[in-house]
């Protein structure tokens, strides 16, 4: 580690390091890894990443102690006493940030957000050492269970990869998401790996010419400069093969070339030498030094193809952009003295997301900031010139909310490049987008809420709604409710049960149904989302009523000698057959019945009966003469704890990311999965197959409509296991 600090700090007071590394080795002397080695080599490891990342000393020193607090005797008054208040304070910071679980419910997984976001309001170089502890958890996950290393991978690429990602810390980045996919999606890791080495002489032989040619023409036109040479990273090859469809063989703008130099008139000077040189690909320049990524990377970007046929991408940056493209905001300190380069107010997208969970439903909020955190961003121009960046896709509704909420409340049209368009317009880079108000404007329209992108103006429309429209909200959000229950077979009845309904409400977080009603209204919630998290509640409501009322008419039905209790004696696998004693029992696969759902049985030869769901095709014959006779009647037994395999298919529209979304549904409503796997088809969609464990067909309905609410899920239906 010294040797990292004096390349990156000189100067540094190594006699405080030292103290620290002393009192960090002393309060944690009887811990051990999991591999077994002493705890304090993942301090010392968590140091030395923040140390390459150009911090201060005091960032140093709480990255050495940021575990004391949370796993050994030392308080946060002897660390401050010890080694200075701020060391203490980011010490603390790293502590709670340590303890949010990312992997829980949605609405902790917000709160936790929250934390996070608030900690880089207050000090960014928190967060920066929690992304080095994560890094090196996730270098030495080898050590960790199966189970645990699928929870981290899962969290790294949805948290700590997209927020490397908005800092600026492309290197980091790439490295998370490249260990994550590994334990992932082994497999295809596995593959792309072995694809790499084995064209490894090939590939090192065409970046070398390529390097070679760049670096005489620059040479020979008195530039001074770096070129460096490398393959994309495994994670960017994989998204490419999801996302065009194609093996590793056939992809091949897979190389990517850097030319450093000192300065931005030479980078421009790069740029006609590369063209000359090389036969450039329309549409694939971009500039981000005129107009710098809100993560503040700059570099020119171009795409050409050589002799060879091959095409590649060629970065050109100076040395500040290098190290701002490498490390991000940390990259800062090294450049400007007192971590003036780290100020937050230089992120507005921080403020964004802490705004935008006002009036949001949670789960909303987690995958609406899938969208800011991780989405491309689209730069556009108001008509004076001052840049705006959306995430990719936006529409004049998302600019004229990014000015201001009044700009958009009063919004009645747009102008793309001086010319009138719709609302609905895509922008695109480059763009000078004028927006038209009136003061006699009535407002944002609901449909509104589908068209924009961005978190920041479908939050700020909710609010609109919210604070304008209660009466208006209470109606259409009743009549929406009550529209879903209908569609859900549920009675509306229930909702006015004094004894049901409180119950209900709590589960739902309102404390009237009028509130609730209002939420469906200005969007904070969705009915389908609302009665999802009741149905449960409301089908065992319903069943404890229809018990009490059978009971209420018949009292011997519950004697425990009574015929009914009889014949459940004789249930087996949960099935009871009608009129035969005892048999074997087998769930037929071509359908996967659960309880809930109407069955029949088909007496096999030598297996006993076999249960198909009523509706199953190889049922649809029963009633013919042929079959008659080895069709009999069954029906569910009293078996409310024994879990049943069911397959659902999805319907959904490829992105990435998908599968992981699923794969959190799943998880977070603890259900358990006993395959997932997917299937891209060539028309732009995939079909994702999930097998598992439900309880009864109310259970298995709440997880449908779960999963149907995950973003580009159209559609599902009930597969063979």
């Excluded at 969208?371 to 730069?379: A, R, S």
């Excluded at 000015?403 to 880079?429: E, M, Y």
């Excluded at 998290?533 to 009292?555: F, G, H, L």
Aim: with cysteine.
């Amino acid at each position: 580690m010294r040797r990292t600090l004096y390349k990156h700090l000189p100067g540094v007071d190594m006699e405080r390091i030292d103290k620290a590394v002393a009192y960090a080795s002393e309060k944690h002397k009887d811990q051990k890894r999991k591999d077994g080695s002493p705890y304090i080599i993942h301090p010392l490891a968590v140091a030395e990443v923040v140390a390459e990342m150009g911090l201060d000393l005091e960032a140093v020193l709480a990255a050495l102690l940021h575990d004391c607090i949370e796993d050994t005797d030392a308080s946060f008054d002897e660390i401050a006493r010890l080694f200075g208040q701020t060391t203490a304070e980011m010490v603390e910071g790293v502590t709670k940030l340590t303890r949010a679980n990312f992997d829980s419910t949605e609405q902790a997984q917000m709160e936790n957000l929250r934390k996070m976001f608030m900690a880089m309001s207050k000090d960014i170089r928190v967060v920066l050492i929690k992304i080095a502890d994560r890094l090196h958890n996730m270098r030495t996950m080898q050590y960790q269970t199966p189970a645990k290393q699928i929870k981290k991978c899962r969290e790294t690429m949805d948290v700590y990869a997209p927020l490397a990602h908005r800092l600026g810390m492309q290197k980091i980045k790439w490295e998370l998401e490249d260990i994550a996919l590994r334990y992932l999606d082994p497999a295809d890791y596995e593959d792309i790996m072995s694809h790499l080495t084995a064209r490894k002489e090939h590939d090192e032989a065409f970046m070398q010419a390529i390097g070679e040619k760049i670096t005489e023409r620059l040479s020979g036109a008195g530039i001074q400069s770096k070129t460096y040479g490398r393959i994309k990273h495994v994670y960017s090859i994989y998204r490419k093969m999801q996302q065009q469809g194609k093996t590793l063989d056939e992809l091949y703008d897979i190389y990517a070339f850097r030319v450093v130099v000192d300065t931005i008139p030479d980078c421009y000077n790069v740029l006609g030498h590369i063209h000359d040189l090389f036969n450039l690909v329309p549409g694939r320049f971009k500039d981000y030094i005129s107009t710098p990524k809100p993560n503040m990377y700059q570099s020119l970007h171009t795409t050409v193809i050589g002799r060879q046929g091959i095409p590649f991408e060629v970065q050109i940056r100076t040395w500040e952009m290098h190290e701002t493209a490498e490390y991000g905001i940390a990259a800062h300190w090294k450049y400007k003295q007192g971590g003036e380069g780290g100020n937050e107010k230089d992120f507005e997208w921080v403020r964004r997301l802490l705004e935008s969970q006002q009036d949001t439903d949670a789960e909303d909020y987690v995958n609406s900031l899938k969208i800011d955190m991780f989405d491309d961003e689209v730069f556009v121009f108001t008509p004076k010139g001052k840049i705006v960046s959306l995430p990719a896709g936006s529409t004049p509704i998302d600019f004229a909310y990014a000015i201001h909420s009044g700009v958009g409340n009063s919004l009645t049209g747009a102008k793309i490049n001086n010319r009138i368009c719709n609302i609905d317009t895509t922008l695109s880079n480059g763009d000078i987008v004028e927006i038209i108000t009136s003061k006699s404007a009535k407002g944002p329209s609901r449909d509104w809420l589908n068209i924009c992108k961005s978190n920041q103006a479908r939050t700020k429309i909710k609010q609109w709604f919210k604070k304008e429209k209660r009466e208006e909200n209470i109606v259409y959000g009743r009549a929406s409710f009550e529209a879903e229950m209908r569609r859900a077979g549920l009675p509306l009845s229930i909702t006015i049960d004094p004894e049901v309904s409180p119950q209900l409400l709590k589960k739902l977080s309102f404390d009237s149904w009028e509130n609730m009603y209002a939420a469906i209204g200005y969007g904070g919630l969705t009915a389908v989302k609302a009665i999802g998290r009741i149905r449960d509640d409301i089908n065992r409501a319903v069943k404890a009523q229809s018990n009490e009322k059978q009971q209420q008419q018949n009292p011997l039905r519950t004697h425990p000698d009574s015929e009914a209790v009889k014949r459940n004696r004789h249930a087996v696998n949960g099935v009871i057959v009608e009129d035969i004693e005892s048999c074997m029992i087998k769930f037929a696969k071509c359908c996967a019945p659960v309880p809930g759902d109407a069955i029949t049985g088909f007496i096999t030869k030598g297996f006993g009966v076999s249960v198909h769901r009523a509706d199953c095709p190889n049922a649809a014959h029963r009633d013919e003469p042929i079959q008659a006779a080895r069709w009999v009647r069954v029906r569910w037994a009293n078996m409310d704890d024994q879990p049943f395999e069911t397959t659902l298919e999805l319907d959904c529209i490829t992105r990435d990311g998908l599968l992981l979304d699923v794969a959190t549904v799943m998880t977070t409503n603890r259900i358990r999965v006993k395959e997932l796997n997917g299937k891209d088809l060539p028309d732009g969609h995939s079909v994702f197959t999930v097998r598992f464990e439900v309880k009864d067909v109310a259970e298995l309905d709440s997880i449908r409509n779960k999963l149907l609410n995950i973003r580009d899920v159209v559609g599902s239906r009930r597969g063979q296991n």
